[in-house]
């Protein structure tokens, strides 16, 4: 994904904006058989529209109040495409805008307003290659090519992905070649399957974390996780009570990188990170054709050592159970099993035969690894409220700073929830009261080391084994 982009402000900059919820609406344009084209603009209550890091595409919804019957003049009826224009002022006097073409798909929640003259409802909109996806299927075989070379393919020939949606520039290099046959997979559900198999070609970032998405900056990317949380920060977010001074955040200009309210999604689970093999588990890999089988272990703690993370440290310190194992070092947590093929080129009679088997899928990296890593970058999830900002995109790496409740004094940041984040997802939400901005962020590590544990101290010892003193 590329840096270069119109900033409201960066984190570098002391500039802000001038009106912190103004927004420019530019237009709502509905393309209907039935009336060409009609602005839904002056008929509007809320526009939603969502970016996430876990979805193949952009959503979103209008919700409007209709006393001119557009259902029936416009003959909606899922054939129609919308065009959804709007901006914002930038810290240069430039405007931002977000200007995109959907598919509407539902009309839903479709009422009687209590006047007996008009009616409410919501027109839900997306992606047309979220159709498109669905329409058709894939079969065909694909020798010896990249993951990045099966899922350009299947951008630039199955859906045909317009220009402005899709860069090559954004679908990152991958390591390895395969030969795979896509069996009957409709176009998105292939890119799924394929993302399993993914392994990022810069081999500084290890495992298998790379997932597709699409956000309104960039259309479609493909990308690992590790890649993504190498990129430099693009804002930095802070919040301010009301009732306590506001620190750089004291005029209405600058208020707008102040967070109006955040919540925590997720703080830590424990259980459900032992129960999902996000700290230890373990494969079972059988090679049916050398009647051969492998075990391949994965330790949390060690494989953060050799991974690249938001933040220097992990979630979790060295705390031994009463068997005197830590949470990373008990891989029964999660046993799975698996077919490979890993290594059968190392066998002499295989070798003088190029071609008689498939190349090596590497089920002992990604079957491993993936599950872990995609489960602990979402250790840590926190919800923003912001004023509308329409240069945020999921995908982003920002510094959310926390104020500390710590009353004993230091440092008045929070310094364990400060720190870098990864955008996640995104709702912008437009109404007649102004604009604003939903942001989830996630991360998989700390700013700050948690305190480690002295197993070996008998206060540590008797509470561990159960025993009151």
């Known amino acids: ?86 901006a914002k002022a930038a810290s240069d006097g430039k405007s931002i805008t977000i200007d995109k073409i ?29 159709i498109l996806s669905e329409q058709y299927i894939i079969s065909k075989s694909y020798p010896g090519k990249t993951i990045k070379e099966i899922i350009t393919d299947i951008l630039e020939n199955h859906l045909k992905v317009p220009k402005d949606k899709y860069d090559t520039q954004n679908i990152q290099d991958t390591l390895g070649t395969y030969s795979l046959i896509v069996p009957n997979f409709k176009p998105f559900e292939a ?26 900056k960039d259309g479609y990317v493909f990308a690992s996780m590790q890649t993504l949380f190498s990129q430099k920060p693009f804002y930095t977010f802070q ?41 230890a588990n373990k494969l079972i890999s059988l090679d049916i054709l050398q009647h051969s089988m492998t075990i391949t272990k994965f330790n949390y703690n060690e494989d953060t050592k050799n991974s690249k993370s938001l933040n220097p440290n992990p979630v979790v310190n060295n705390l031994k159970n009463r068997f005197g194992d830590t949470l990373y070092e008990t891989p029964d947590a999660l046993s799975r099993l698996a077919l490979t093929n890993a290594n059968q080129y190392d066998n002499p009679y295989i070798a003088k035969n190029p071609g008689s ?14 599950k872990s890593q995609l489960a602990i970058n979402n250790y840590n999830r926190l919800k923003l409220v912001v004023s509308g900002n329409p240069t945020i995109s999921v995908g982003q790496v920002v510094v959310f700073n926390i104020n500390s409740n710590n009353t004993t004094g230091g440092d008045a940041k929070n310094t364990f929830y400060s720190g870098k984040y990864l955008i996640s997802s ?25 305190n480690s544990v002295d197993n070996d101290s008998q206060i540590w010892k008797n509470t561990v084994a159960g025993v009151k003193k």
């Open 1 to 86: 994904m590329t840096q270069t982009m119109p900033s409201l402000q960066s984190t570098e900059s002391g500039e802000g904006i001038q009106k912190h919820k103004d927004y420019n609406l530019k237009s709502i344009t509905l393309l209907s058989a039935g009336s060409e084209t009609l602005d839904l603009k002056s008929v509007m209550v809320e526009l939603s529209f969502f970016e996430d890091i876990y979805s193949h595409s952009i959503s979103g919804n209008l919700l409007i109040t209709d006393a001119l019957g557009i259902i029936e003049n416009a003959q909606l009826h899922g054939n129609e495409y919308i065009r959804i224009s709007f």
């Open 102 to 130: 959907f598919r509407i798909y539902k009309v839903s929640a479709r009422q009687k307003l209590k006047n007996d003259i008009s009616e409410g409802y919501i027109i839900n909109f997306c992606s047309d290659e979220v």
């Open 191 to 216: 890119i799924q399957w394929l993302s399993t198999y993914a392994r990022p070609a810069d081999t500084s970032s290890i495992g298998s974390d790379m997932l597709f998405f699409e956000n309104a």
């Open 239 to 279: 919040f301010s009570a009301k009732n306590l001074p506001r620190g750089d955040f004291d005029n209405d200009d600058e208020y707008f990188f102040n967070v109006l309210s955040y919540s925590y999604e997720k703080s830590f689970d424990v259980l459900n990170g032992v129960q999902m093999g996000m700290f």
């Open 357 to 370: 088997v498939s190349q090596d899928i590497f089920a002992e990296t990604f079957l491993v690894k993936r």
């Open 426 to 450: 995104i709702r912008h939400t437009i109404h007649t009261s102004g604009y604003n901005t939903i942001i989830e962020l996630i991360k998989d590590s700390n700013a700050k080391p948690y």
